[in-house]
């Protein structure tokens, strides 16, 4: 089945604690972004890669870094998670910047930061 | 002016009625249009692609109107399970920016 793979679904940290969302995709697609999405903002894109080696930030990247290293594969790293982080995740990917590709999203990962 | 723009909601319609959502956007250079789907705390889902005028899919139309800069969604005979948000995102060919709308948030009545 073709889908997005997100790790964990759910995750309760502490203040300055390393962690990791992983993401995986088996469509072979080029394209794979991270969003947040908060009540009221909708959905807003933190980083995006062209392909593997290629990433940059999107709207709000500050206290988020991410790694290409496989096509299928995009983890997505919080160095020092803060309460503001606290929010749903969401990585997508598609075939590529052609207009007529829409994404397939992962079913979330919701992060709570204490 | 926001880049995409939609009247939040919620629509409270009863089972069956037809129901019409608006979206509009400032970037006269977006090529394609998608409305997602997104039930609560899950993730968003492809409902429709519109690339030209508009698209049909079964209850769902979707209609462009590129002069005016809006896109439309419109559901036919409502259903129960349509209760969702529902997201616009105009997009550029060639770039890598999905821009997403807050969404218009939709609830079928029994």
């Known amino acids: 089945e073709a889908q997005v793979t997100q790790n964990p679904r759910y995750l309760i940290t502490v203040t300055g604690k390393k962690l990791t969302v992983t993401c995986s995709q088996n469509m072979n697609h080029e394209y794979m972004s991270w969003y947040r999405q908060d009540p009221g903002l909708g959905l807003r894109q933190i980083y995006y890669?062209?392909?593997?080696?290629?990433?940059d930030k999107g709207d709000v990247p500050e206290g988020y870094k991410v790694s290409r290293k496989e096509k299928r594969n995009f983890p997505l790293i919080l160095e020092s998670p803060s309460p503001n982080q606290t929010s749903l995740y969401f990585c997508?990917?598609?075939?590529?910047?052609?207009?007529?590709?829409?994404?397939?999203f992962g079913s979330g990962t919701r992060l709570t930061v204490v | 002016r926001k880049e995409v723009e939609q009247d939040p909601g919620p629509f409270n319609v009863p089972e069956g009625a037809t129901v019409a959502f608006n979206c509009t956007y400032s970037n006269s250079a977006s090529q394609s249009f998608f409305w997602y789907r997104q039930d609560c705390r899950k993730e968003p889902k492809l409902l429709m692609s519109?690339?030209?005028s508009g698209n049909e899919d079964g209850r769902f139309t979707a209609q462009l109107n590129r002069a005016s800069q809006y896109i439309s969604l419109l559901i036919r005979d409502s259903k129960l399970s349509d209760s969702a948000t529902y997201l616009c995102?105009?997009?550029?060919?060639?770039?890598?920016?999905?821009?997403f709308g807050t969404g218009t948030r939709l609830k079928v009545l029994a």
């Open positions: 890669s062209m392909n593997v080696e290629v990433t």
């Open positions: 995102v105009p997009k550029s060919s060639g770039t890598y920016k999905y821009i």
């Open positions: 997508a990917s598609s075939l590529g910047p052609s207009a007529n590709y829409g994404y397939t």
């Open positions: 519109v690339y030209s």
